[in-house]
């Protein structure tokens, strides 16, 4: 097969204390790439975790001979002695972050968490390691809170200016997130009521589909007939197999997401007239009845009881 691209890839200079950028370099440490490439048809190497994050428009992957594309807002994980490429003419170059973390790193990050690396049977983090103790798939940046920290950094990584960066610290958080979001994620398969880990992490893929979606759409109104759409499961599953994994319904996590945006927007000085129209709610009183209910006060008084604005030009 060809092995090139097209593009620049860039690594960040290990041992010094700013971000700075230079030309790759063969190395089996921590690692932190960025990327802006058109077309690609390359290898990719499997002795370290790699965490990939597109910046905008889609990258394609073919891991284990499964075409994956993933796009702005997804990350995907690639497992050591996983068999992956990067392929495809992407049509106008796309920019990406990739970050590389050694076994030793993830092993030093699970000793200092108090975490074993083998916590139970099914855990996904047993001592061998092994690829398919993974759940693979896109995982969604909002999903967990390994993506949630994810986004929290990459504005930091790729907006210019002078960053300083103590590359242990760095390397050392992004493995303990990472081992938490995962060892989260084993809980989630173990509430998961089926035997065979094969059928949990089937279920756990698809109601993940569901989640993901109503991160991305939870302002629209959504209909539990689109869930069993995506989930290919009937609404009882859908809904049961939510709540197991989750904690809770898909219709009150939709209201969470609702009402944590609308904090936002009213804090922003949008009329709560507004905000149940742009969050889909079926008039302003429904939406001041659920936004009472979930934090005791009315969205008006909630509004009323913010900071003023200018208050700092008071004396």
């Known amino acids: 097969m060809a092995e090139y691209y097209k593009g620049l890839v860039r690594q960040a200079t290990p041992g010094v204390s700013t971000l700075q950028w230079q030309k790759p370099q063969i190395?089996?440490?921590?690692?932190?790439?960025?990327?802006?490439?058109?077309?690609?048809?390359?290898?990719?190497?499997?002795?370290?975790?790699?965490?990939?994050?597109?910046?905008?428009?889609?990258e394609t992957y073919r891991v284990e001979g499964e075409l994956r594309r993933v796009k702005p807002g997804q990350y995907l994980v690639l497992s050591p002695q996983q068999h992956a490429r990067g392929e495809g003419n992407l049509g106008k170059t796309v920019d990406g972050i990739c970050i590389f973390l050694t076994e030793a790193t993830l092993a030093s990050a699970a000793l200092g968490l108090r975490?074993?690396?083998?916590?139970?049977?099914?855990?996904?983090?047993?001592n061998t390691w092994q690829q398919h103790d993974f759940i693979d798939?896109?995982?969604?940046?909002?999903?967990?809170?390994?993506?949630?920290?994810?986004?929290?950094?990459?504005?930091?990584?790729?907006?210019?200016?002078?960053i300083f960066i103590d590359w242990d610290a760095f390397y050392f958080d992004i493995a303990a997130h990472f081992l938490r979001a995962h060892y989260q994620i084993g809980e989630q398969l173990e509430a998961i009521?089926?035997?065979?880990?094969?059928?949990?992490?089937?279920?756990?893929?698809?109601?993940?589909?569901?989640?993901n979606y109503i991160l991305d759409n939870f302002a629209s109104p959504v209909s539990l007939d689109e869930l069993v759409r995506i989930a290919l499961f009937s609404k009882y599953h859908v809904v049961r197999l939510y709540r197991?994994?989750?904690?809770?319904?898909?219709?009150?996590?939709?209201?969470?997401?609702?009402?944590?945006?609308?904090?936002?927007?009213?804090q922003k000085d949008f009329d709560p007239k507004e905000v149940a129209f742009m969050l889909s709610f079926s008039d302003r009183s429904s939406f001041s009845k659920t936004f009472k209910?979930?934090?005791?006060?009315?969205?008006?008084c909630f509004r009323e009881n913010l900071p003023r604005r200018d208050a700092h030009f008071k004396k």
Not at 116 to 123: E, F, I, N, V, Y
Not at 194 to 205: A, G, L
Not at 256 to 262: F, G, H, N, S
């Open 137 to 162: 798939k896109n995982y969604h940046l909002q999903e967990n809170i390994f993506g949630q920290h994810l986004q929290s950094i990459l504005p930091k990584l790729t907006g210019g200016g002078e």
């Open 193 to 211: 009521p089926y035997t065979q880990m094969s059928t949990k992490r089937e279920i756990f893929k698809r109601i993940s589909l569901v989640h």
């Open 293 to 300: 209910k979930m934090t005791g006060m009315s969205p008006t």
């Open 27 to 58: 190395t089996e440490q921590d690692d932190l790439k960025f990327s802006s490439i058109s077309e690609i048809d390359r290898t990719l190497d499997a002795f370290r975790f790699r965490i990939c994050a597109p910046l905008n428009g889609t």
């Open 244 to 266: 197991l994994i989750y904690g809770i319904t898909p219709y009150q996590h939709i209201l969470q997401l609702r009402i944590r945006e609308a904090k936002v927007l009213l």
């Open 115 to 126: 975490m074993p690396l083998s916590k139970r049977t099914g855990a996904p983090f047993p």
